[in-house]
């Protein structure tokens, strides 16, 4: 079933959860993601990102998340992950998604406000909630392994935050605490504090980008901390990958559906894992 994104986020608010945030640009991907949903039993997000049209297009895969969703009796929200213009939130919001975000923290303030500002609007008319980003993280959902490195003079600054949201009306804020997108180089140095003073500046729940790849330690008290939503991709990827890697010099294997399969199996462990350690703070 598809629920609203303020339903998910009210319900790991009442039980001091995170949400796991999962992008699907693949199809085994997202069958591994329903199928790890419907075994633990919290909503999940489900994602789709834009950087992501070269594997696939919203277009083409979003009609099976919406679909999928829909048939499953667990609770899925059909969120559009870093949308770069207002025209691609309006593709996503058509073909079934009803949750957005608007990316506009490449821009200037100003900018990155009025962008987000108008996208706000929008969803608003349709009833949808919208998540936006202040302050820059490195890296790219493609799980771009060239920096990996966070930069603390680049975390966003609380009261900047505050004033963002105020202006936006968003209502749940990506930031930059020390999370990294796709592969760390290093290890992260998560700001706790800085999660907190920024929960408590903006009144509205944080969001975590680059959510691949932490202990489970350092998922819990990000949580502890206000963050309620968990943005993951690369380490999904990953497990897909890995459970293919073997099959692929075995002479008895010729077809790309057995592939297909032990990718699915992979994902689905990742996932259902993932989707736990977020659930069981
Ligand atoms: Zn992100």
């Not at 821009?107 to 609007?121: I, Q």
């Not at 290890?187 to 202990?215: C, F, N, Q, W």
């Not at 330690?217 to 990958?241: D, F, M, P, S």
């Not at 010099?249 to 559906?257: E, H, R």
Request: hydrophobic share 45%.
């Amino acid at each position: 079933m598809i629920i609203g994104l303020d339903e998910a986020l009210a319900f790991a608010e009442n039980k001091n959860i995170g949400l796991a945030a999962i992008n699907t640009p693949f199809f085994e991907g997202l069958l591994a993601t329903i199928e790890a949903t419907e075994r633990v039993g919290v909503p999940v997000i489900l994602q789709f990102a834009q950087v992501h049209e070269p594997i696939v297009s919203i277009e083409d895969m979003g009609p099976a998340m919406v679909e999928l969703a829909k048939r499953s009796e667990a609770p899925f929200v059909l969120h559009i992950d870093h949308g770069a213009d207002i025209d691609y939130i309006r593709t996503g919001l058509d073909i079934g998604f009803n949750s957005a975000m608007i990316d506009g923290s490449t821009h200037d303030y100003d900018t990155n406000v009025a962008m987000t500002r108008e996208v706000v609007e929008m969803a608003t008319e349709r009833g949808i909630k919208v998540e936006g980003e202040i302050g820059v993280m490195t890296g790219n959902e493609n799980g771009d392994p060239s920096q990996g490195v966070a930069d603390s003079t680049l975390y966003t600054d609380p009261e900047v935050a505050a004033e963002f949201v105020r202006a936006t009306g968003v209502d749940c804020l990506a930031a930059s605490f020390g999370t990294v997108h796709g592969v760390y180089r290093q290890k992260p140095e998560l700001d706790y504090a800085l999660i907190a003073e920024l929960r408590r500046a903006t009144g509205v729940p944080i969001v975590m980008h680059g959510g691949s790849g932490l202990s489970k330690q350092e998922y819990h008290e990000c949580i502890r901390h206000g963050v309620r939503k968990i943005n993951y991709y690369t380490y999904l990827a990953k497990a897909a990958y890995d459970a293919v890697l073997p099959l692929v010099d075995d002479p008895g294997i010729i077809l790309f559906s057995d592939l297909a399969v032990a990718a699915r199996t992979g994902a689905l462990s990742n996932a259902a894992e993932f989707i736990e350690t977020c659930a069981a703070v």
